[in-house]
């Protein structure tokens, strides 16, 4: 029930292209959704963050969308570029406010 | 955003010998802060959370023991590997907020090789 479901594990998007990373989760009691980008040998960096009374999140060209009773949220990142190659992680926060990951997706965009 | 700061970066240890790690929040005070572990082309695993001049909690499989976690300061936060072996060897991650609900912000990773 503490688990995190991520797909695919693997992605490549033609540049310009749209990436979508899709998380669902069991745990009707996680109050937060951030997503993290982790390029190699670095620490992982908040990307974008929504809570479950929101339905959708934009910020530039990431967007979170949320379905609540499906209990599942994607990343949705619009016209996709070769520096947006990394490892994203989906997260949600749960009790005593620990963050249970997804297990990640390699995203490669390709010039 | 916050800034959180790991030193070393990088380290390299004898088998046999205990390492330290510090975990540093640069502009503000961190009520709490996990220790994470990151094996290559992994997620990350919480090792730990700890809070302000308390005792660390473990994530069930973390031997407390052998990785020890001081919490001294709101700005500091430390882990030990103590004993460390060739198979503790991993990307080590910390991450801190300054209250709760907060934002949780990660360092940038320290890669411990144990030789």
């Known amino acids: 029930q503490q688990q995190v479901k991520q797909s695919p594990q693997s992605l490549i998007v033609q540049k310009g292209g749209i990436s979508i990373i899709n998380c669902a989760y069991e745990?009707?009691?996680?109050?937060?959704f951030p997503w993290y980008q982790q390029f190699p040998g670095k620490g992982p960096a908040l990307l974008i963050a929504?809570?479950?009374?929101?339905s959708e999140k934009k910020e530039g060209r990431f967007t979170i969308s949320f379905n609540k009773s499906a209990k599942q949220f994607s990343l949705h990142i619009m016209d996709s570029q070769p520096g947006d190659s990394a490892t994203y992680f989906c997260?949600?926060?749960?009790?005593?406010?620990?963050?249970?990951f997804g297990a990640g997706t390699r995203l490669a965009v390709h010039p | 955003g916050a800034v959180v700061s790991q030193h070393p970066s990088r380290v390299i240890c004898k088998s046999g010998t205990s390492v330290k790690i510090e975990c540093r929040s640069l502009d503000f005070q961190a009520t709490t802060m996990f220790w994470y572990r990151q094996f290559p082309k992994q997620s990350l695993m919480l090792m730990a959370t700890?809070?302000?001049?308390?005792?660390?909690?473990?994530e069930q499989g973390v031997e407390k023991d052998k990785f020890l976690i001081n919490h001294a300061s709101l700005t500091l936060s430390t882990l030990t590997v103590t004993s460390a072996h060739p198979e503790d060897s991993s990307f080590y991650i910390c991450?801190?907020?300054?209250?709760?609900?907060?934002?949780?912000?990660f360092g940038e990773g320290s890669w411990l090789t144990v030789v």
């Open positions: 991450s801190a907020r300054e209250g709760p609900g907060n934002t949780i912000y």
């Open positions: 929504i809570r479950p009374d929101v």
């Open positions: 745990n009707t009691a996680f109050d937060y």
């Open positions: 700890s809070n302000e001049g308390s005792k660390a909690t473990y």
């Open positions: 997260a949600a926060r749960g009790g005593y406010n620990k963050l249970i």
